[in-house]
């Protein structure tokens, strides 16, 4: 199993970024996916989640600002973050989940892999 995040960077408050998580080594159309992130000095954090048959879900948090989605023809998934704030500014991790969950955070759902993570910093 390989996932490789990218899109991250630097943005200003209000704006938007795309991250992208290449799968690889597993089947993953058939395959439930989420979006977590660690912002500096704190512990992981759920952010969304979708599985095979495309059903989502979100933290409250990011619920209106934030989609996921995926592209099985391209074996990738997807963020897309808009109106972003200061308090997003975190290492993204995309990770492949064992099932279809609708836990609200990390330790209600099961992970099997993890990405390397990109940096997002939201910053005037």
């Known amino acids: 199993v390989q996932l490789v995040e990218s899109g991250g960077g630097l943005v200003q408050p209000g704006g938007s970024l795309r991250l992208s998580c290449a799968a690889s080594?597993?089947?993953?159309?058939?395959?439930?996916m989420s979006w977590a992130r660690q912002a500096p000095g704190k512990g992981l954090e759920w952010v969304s989640g979708i599985c095979s048959d495309g059903y989502t879900t979100y933290s409250d948090s990011m619920k209106g600002r934030f989609t996921i989605s995926r592209d099985n023809a391209k074996n990738t998934l997807y963020l897309q973050m808009n109106s972003l704030k200061a308090e997003d500014t975190a290492v993204y991790y995309c990770?492949?989940?064992?099932?279809?969950?609708?836990?609200?955070?990390?330790?209600?759902?099961?992970?099997?892999?993890w990405g390397q993570g990109t940096q997002v910093t939201v910053s005037s």
């Open positions: 080594g597993f089947r993953f159309s058939s395959s439930a």
């Open positions: 990770a492949l989940e064992t099932s279809c969950s609708v836990g609200a955070v990390v330790a209600d759902r099961t992970f099997s892999s």
